[in-house]
């Protein structure tokens, strides 16, 4: 009786084992993307009674379409071709330089994620999966044999905005047991974005561990906020609850962050080893992040000698009232009287804020005043963002 019983409690285990791989792994035995030797790769999907399978990502040619901030490049498609049991398949025609590219496939006009890769990011609301090619730029992105820093979701006390607020905070090897005291880097993300942004999107962790141990950055504290001063934190992250993240959030640019930045200041001076001096802190940001960093570090002269503006947003909007924003000649003026170490002005010549970025640089020649200018291909995207970043943090704190 007792081998009948354990038998059947080892069937019974088995049985739930199986099960539960089954729903793990959705029982297709397929590999999608391979990427191969020579970075070319082919995409996979199993769609028997499907009509029509394309895949379309940041890999392929762009395409002008006219979005709410007027005309932008978004990428084509491309078909697959239907082959055995039902996979259909795509090999790209070329190696794809190295890099980290996200993709979707759309299956009979359904836009849908790659079952067979788990890798994926949140941009907004859309949800991407994702795969890095090596050999050049992608080897920054990726995790590779090297010391690695400590990556932290805080909660802090906000009193300008009277509520606890959640930050990521990036501290680099070997924090916890040296004793020395770090330099911070304030990296912002860009609208609809939140204290996730950098360290998904933008790989944030695997490039400063990567630039870190090959000499080219100093170690430095990175400490990604939440720009959206209407959120505790990142959608399903806060007391809300898992509800859809959208880009249209009250309190936008308006003033309110970059009156209560010091807030997080304090909270990072008062928590962690760190070097208090204007010469030891930097600030950047992307696209809404370059606006409050261009704003923050003219509003506060004395704290940051690092400035960086990643296809930065410039002018406030038309309709805010912020003292942050008035007198801005006059505060760029004391700013730079001051001699930053650095202002990096960086954008993509299709972004569609290029213009205004041509005319705030007009603004700052017509002036003397002095910045570095970094010009890439391509447009308002994280492939640019991912490479201003290894751009712009060797340059800090030497």
Same mark, same amino acid.
């Given at each position: 009786?007792?081998?009948?019983?354990?038998?059947?409690?080892?069937?019974?285990?088995?049985?739930?084992?199986?099960?539960?791989?089954?729903?793990?792994?959705?029982?297709?035995?397929?590999?999608?993307?391979?990427?191969?030797?020579?970075? *070319?790769?082919?995409?996979?999907?199993?769609?028997?009674?499907?009509?029509?399978?394309?895949?379309?990502?940041?890999?392929?040619?762009?395409?002008?379409?006219? *979005?709410?901030?007027?005309?932008?490049?978004?990428?084509?498609?491309?078909?697959?071709?239907?082959?055995?049991?039902?996979?259909?398949?795509? *090999?790209?025609?070329?190696?794809?330089?190295?890099?980290?590219?996200?993709?979707?496939?759309?299956?009979?006009?359904?836009?849908?994620?790659?079952?067979?890769?788990?890798?994926?990011?949140?941009?907004?609301?859309?949800?991407?999966?994702?795969?890095?090619?090596?050999?050049?730029?992608?080897?920054?992105?990726?995790?590779?044999?090297?010391?690695?820093?400590?990556?932290?979701?805080?909660?802090?006390?906000?009193?300008?905005?009277?509520?606890?607020?959640?930050?990521?905070?990036?501290?680099?090897?070997?924090?916890?047991?040296?004793?020395?005291?770090?330099?911070?880097?304030?990296?912002?993300?860009?609208?609809?974005?939140?204290?996730?942004?950098?360290?998904?999107?933008?790989?944030?962790?695997?490039?400063?561990?990567?630039?870190?141990?090959?000499?080219?950055?100093?170690?430095?504290?990175?400490?990604?906020?939440?720009?959206?001063?209407?959120?505790?934190?990142?959608?399903?992250?806060?007391?809300?609850?898992?509800?859809?993240?959208?880009?249209?959030?009250?309190?936008?640019?308006?003033?309110?962050?970059? *009156?209560?930045?010091?807030?997080?200041?304090?909270?990072?001076?008062?928590?962690?080893?760190?070097?208090?001096?204007?010469?030891?802190?930097?600030?950047?940001?992307?696209?809404?992040?370059?606006?409050?960093?261009?704003?923050?570090?003219?509003?506060?002269?004395?704290?940051?000698?690092?400035?960086?503006?990643?296809?930065?947003?410039?002018?406030?909007?038309?309709?805010?009232?912020?003292?942050?924003?008035?007198?801005?000649?006059?505060?760029?003026?004391?700013?730079?009287?001051?001699?930053?170490?650095?202002?990096?002005?960086?954008?993509?010549?299709?972004?569609?804020?290029?213009?205004?970025?041509?005319?705030?640089?007009?603004?700052?020649?017509?002036?003397?005043?002095?910045?570095?200018?970094?010009?890439?291909?391509?447009?308002?995207?994280?492939?640019?963002?991912?490479?201003?970043?290894?751009?712009?943090?060797?340059?800090?704190?030497?």
């Amino acid at each position: 009786m007792m081998k009948k019983l354990t038998f059947l409690a080892l069937f019974t285990f088995l049985s739930a084992t199986s099960f539960a791989q089954q729903a793990l792994f959705g029982g297709q035995n397929i590999i999608s993307p391979e990427v191969h030797p020579d970075n *070319t790769v082919t995409f996979r999907f199993m769609a028997p009674k499907a009509v029509k399978v394309q895949v379309t990502g940041d890999f392929l040619p762009t395409q002008k379409t006219e *979005t709410p901030f007027g005309m932008a490049d978004v990428p084509g498609a491309v078909d697959l071709k239907e082959g055995k049991e039902g996979i259909w398949e795509y *090999t790209t025609p070329n190696p794809l330089p190295s890099e980290l590219y996200s993709y979707s496939f759309i299956v009979d006009g359904l836009k849908t994620t790659d079952p067979n890769n788990v890798y994926l990011n949140r941009d907004v609301a859309s949800v991407t999966n994702i795969f890095i090619t090596k050999g050049g730029q992608g080897d920054y992105y990726s995790v590779n044999k090297v010391p690695h820093g400590t990556v932290a979701r805080r909660w802090y006390d906000s009193p300008t905005l009277g509520m606890s607020r959640r930050v990521t905070i990036y501290t680099p090897a070997g924090y916890e047991t040296s004793g020395k005291k770090y330099p911070v880097f304030y990296l912002l993300h860009g609208m609809g974005g939140d204290e996730e942004a950098w360290i998904a999107l933008g790989r944030t962790a695997q490039i400063m561990d990567n630039l870190i141990a090959q000499g080219k950055a100093e170690p430095m504290i990175v400490v990604m906020t939440n720009g959206n001063v209407d959120q505790e934190a990142a959608p399903g992250e806060s007391s809300l609850g898992l509800y859809k993240p959208n880009m249209q959030l009250p309190k936008t640019m308006e003033g309110s962050f970059e *009156t209560s930045f010091p807030d997080v200041v304090k909270f990072i001076e008062s928590n962690y080893r760190v070097d208090k001096k204007k010469a030891k802190r930097a600030i950047a940001g992307l696209s809404m992040g370059g606006f409050h960093s261009l704003h923050i570090s003219k509003q506060y002269p004395d704290m940051f000698d690092y400035v960086g503006l990643f296809s930065a947003a410039i002018m406030p909007r038309e309709d805010s009232e912020s003292p942050i924003y008035q007198d801005m000649d006059n505060k760029l003026k004391i700013q730079f009287s001051k001699k930053p170490k650095l202002y990096w002005i960086a954008i993509g010549k299709t972004d569609f804020l290029y213009k205004n970025n041509v005319d705030y640089r007009k603004k700052l020649d017509d002036n003397g005043y002095k910045y570095e200018y970094y010009e890439s291909e391509g447009g308002h995207i994280w492939k640019n963002w991912r490479i201003y970043l290894t751009e712009f943090a060797p340059k800090l704190f030497k």
